[in-house]
Nanobody, 125 residues
Framework: QVQLVQSGGGLVQAGGSLRLSCAAS????????TGWFRQAPGKEREFVSV????????YYADSVKGRFTISRDNARNMVYLQMNSLKPEDTAVYYC??????????????????WGQGTQVTVSS
């Protein structure tokens, strides 16, 4: 089992920045793909970003590419999402996630095995 505990988030004006953190505990973390998803009010949860455990490659949704950066620190069992140039449409509850089996990364929510508790990010215009 892996437990994911999120921190960060909050209220920021458009154009501002926030950093989300996700602390993992439990089993060996270095071979888990770790990703971020978000869910806006009235919408389904959507993929934001993922980092491959195998080669460290990163992948982003088109809507955040160039503004968000995912990173991980395996020694500390931490995953981060740096969010810059935030827009009102980035407002959502953000979730970190970990994928234990199969491919080393995925954009598919259903392939993730563990989830954080969620963190509200609100961007005002």
């Amino acid at each position: 089992q892996v437990q994911l505990v999120q921190s960060g988030g909050g209220l920021v004006q458009a154009g501002g920045s926030l950093r989300l953190s996700c602390a993992a505990s439990g089993r060996t973390f270095s071979t888990y793909a770790t990703g971020w998803f978000r869910q806006a009010p009235g919408k389904e949860r959507e993929f934001v970003s993922v980092i491959s455990w195998r080669d460290g490659n990163t992948y982003y949704a088109d809507s955040v590419k160039g503004r968000f950066t995912i990173s991980r620190d395996n020694a500390r069992n931490m995953v981060y999402l740096q969010m810059n140039s935030l827009k009102p449409e980035d407002t959502a509850v953000y979730y970190c996630s970990a994928k234990e089996y199969g491919t080393s990364w995925s954009r598919k929510e259903g392939e993730y095995d563990y989830w954080g508790q969620g963190t509200q990010v609100t961007v005002s215009s």
